[in-house]
């Protein structure tokens, strides 16, 4: 199983950018998929995620701005990122947890960068 995980760059404050996690097997294979993000010297954190039966949650930091969606005929999650902020500036990291045996998946991270 592999994550691809693509769109991450360099935006200003206020701008807004869109992550693809393209998946190598069918995503209703997977329990959820989501992103995470890390920035040095602290724990990934969950962003956001969607559950098999379609199901979002989101943390409060990113609420109102960020959608998770996802195509299923080309296996791909997104997160569509709007009025990013500085705080915002992280490696975003594409998460699937797989239902047959448990185990969790992880792209190889993209960066994002917010500019204020």
């Known amino acids: 199983v592999q994550l691809q995980a693509s769109g991450g760059g360099l935006v200003q404050s206020g701008g807004s950018l869109r992550l693809s996690c393209a998946a190598s097997?069918?995503?209703?294979?997977?329990?959820?998929m989501g992103w995470y993000r890390q920035t040095p010297g602290k724990e990934r954190e969950l962003v956001a995620l969607i559950t098999n039966g379609g199901n979002r949650n989101y943390a409060d930091s990113v609420k109102g701005r960020f959608t998770i969606s996802r195509n299923i005929a080309k296996d791909t999650v997104y997160l569509q990122m709007n009025s990013l902020k500085s705080e915002d500036t992280a490696v975003y990291y594409c998460h699937a947890a797989m239902i047959s045996n448990q185990n969790d998946y992880w792209g190889q991270g993209t960066l994002v960068t917010v500019s204020s």
């Open positions: 097997v069918n995503i209703f294979r997977f329990n959820r």
